[in-house]
Nanobody, 124 residues
């Protein structure tokens, strides 16, 4: 069992930056691919970024490519999402997710563990 706790959300102006963190408990973190998803009000929970167990492979949604960076520190059982050049359309609840797969995956149903989410609001 893996438990995930996100932090780092908040209110930021357009063009600003935030770094989200996801602290994981459980001995399997270093063997798990991790991902970030987001859900805006009235919309589906969408893929944002994913990282393999080693950190060597990453994937991004087209909407965030070049602005967001996912990374992980297996020694600290933590995955990060650095978000730069934020836009109002990035406003959403951001969820950290863990997969039993070691390879980075982009679909929601490949993830087995979810955090409670952290709110990110970008004002124009």
């Amino acid at each position: 069992q893996v438990q995930l706790v996100e932090s780092g959300g908040g209110l930021v102006q357009a063009g600003g930056s935030l770094r989200l963190s996801c602290a994981a408990s459980g001995r399997t973190f270093s063997n798990s691919a991790m991902g970030w998803f987001r859900q805006a009000p009235g919309k589906e929970r969408d893929f944002v970024a994913a990282i393999s167990w080693s950190g060597h492979v990453t994937y991004y949604a087209d909407s965030v490519k070049g602005r967001f960076t996912i990374s992980r520190d297996n020694a600290k059982n933590t995955v990060y999402l650095q978000m730069n050049s934020l836009k109002p359309e990035d406003t959403a609840v951001y969820y950290c997710a863990g997969s039993r797969s070691m390879q980075a995956v982009t679909t929601r149903n490949r993830y087995d563990y979810w955090g409670q989410g952290t709110q990110v609001t970008v004002s124009s």
